[in-house]
């Protein structure tokens, strides 16, 4: 061991070689953000070992550890998922971190500006993920804007971004400048804009990190939480891959089918020889295209079925 390198210890707990490889690793997203793994508790045997002991005698039909994992995901059986526990340090703009704080089953440790000076950084956005607002749902985006206009987006964000940490600078007054105002970092920090890049510590356990894939990671999550997302899928997946493998058929919801109970009806429909179309206007009437929006969504799932 060479001098100022860290030492290291054997341990008795479980370690997954592929978790160990990515350890401390940082994942870059966006322009200036990232996420890493930082510590990890527990493995698929973890799960399984928990479930045995939940499950006592229940459990002897199931022949093997992968048969038990994607028994409790298929069954919603989640308690066992909770003894493994993820630790991530992520850094991400402001919008994107009071999206994911919805998410409050987890423990949090963000950066604070009453101690700390921010740093000139905030998200500017590719031309490629610049669009105009969706016509058909109220909190996502449309089609791409032209060229032109997402530069012109980028110019307008970039100015006033620059002009808020300015401001934030000079409210700061770190020089000491006399006849100048040198106000408390909790209040210089108050104008500075959403795309302002901010950073925590994010610890939680499997069971409910994987509801926060499953929406985080859906082709309707906002863009830049899902880049986030995707990138915690790869570490999960490395930490515990059965369980992540039975995630995906089970719990992901491009890869899964819930039907509602006028769902069924319309189901029931189709199969008696009704077209899907005419199947979703008699269950789910409406005035545009005369079908509903639970309508529109009823042929979307089809979709992926056909």
């Known amino acids: ?135 058909t749902n109220k909190q996502g985006r449309g089609e791409v804007v032209s060229p032109e206009q997402a530069e012109e987006v980028r110019e307008l964000i970039t100015r006033e971004s620059d002009r808020a940490y300015d401001t934030y600078q000079e409210l700061l007054n770190e020089k000491g400048e006399e006849g100048k105002p040198k106000l408390a970092r909790e209040l210089a920090r108050m104008n500075l804009t959403l795309n302002s890049y901010t950073q925590w510590y994010w610890k939680t356990d499997l069971h409910n990190l994987m509801h926060f894939l499953k929406l985080r990671t859906d082709k309707h999550a906002q863009y830049e939480i899902r880049v986030f997302a995707e990138a915690m899928a790869k570490m999960t997946k490395a930490v515990a891959p059965i369980a992540y493998e039975a995630f995906e058929d089970f719990v992901v919801m491009d890869n899964t089918l819930k039907l509602s109970r006028l769902e069924k009806r319309a189901l029931g429909l189709i199969l008696g020889g009704k077209s899907a179309e005419e199947a979703a206007k008699l269950v789910f009437p409406g005035k545009k295209d005369n079908l509903s929006g639970e309508g529109r969504e009823f042929l979307e799932k089809l979709k992926g079925v056909v």
């Not at 100022?4 to 940082?26: C, M, S």
Request: contains cysteine; charged residues 25%; hydrophobic residues 35%.
């Open 1 to 135: 061991m060479q001098k100022g390198e860290p030492q290291k210890f054997l341990t008795g707990r479980p370690t997954v070689e592929a978790a160990e490889e990515i350890l401390g690793k940082p994942y870059l997203c966006l322009d200036h953000g990232f996420v890493r793994l930082v510590d990890y508790m527990g493995d698929d045997a973890s799960i399984v070992q928990a479930a045995r002991v939940s499950y006592g005698k229940g459990t002897k039909s199931v022949s093997d550890d992968r048969g038990l994992i994607r028994y409790l995901l298929r069954h919603d059986h989640n308690t066992p998922l909770e003894m493994v526990e993820l630790k991530f340090h992520a850094k991400m703009p402001i919008f994107v971190a009071r999206q994911w704080v919805r998410h409050r089953t987890a423990s949090i440790n963000e950066i604070s500006g009453r101690y700390s000076i921010l740093d000139r950084e905030f998200y500017v956005p590719e031309p490629q993920v610049i669009a105009a607002q969706s016509t």
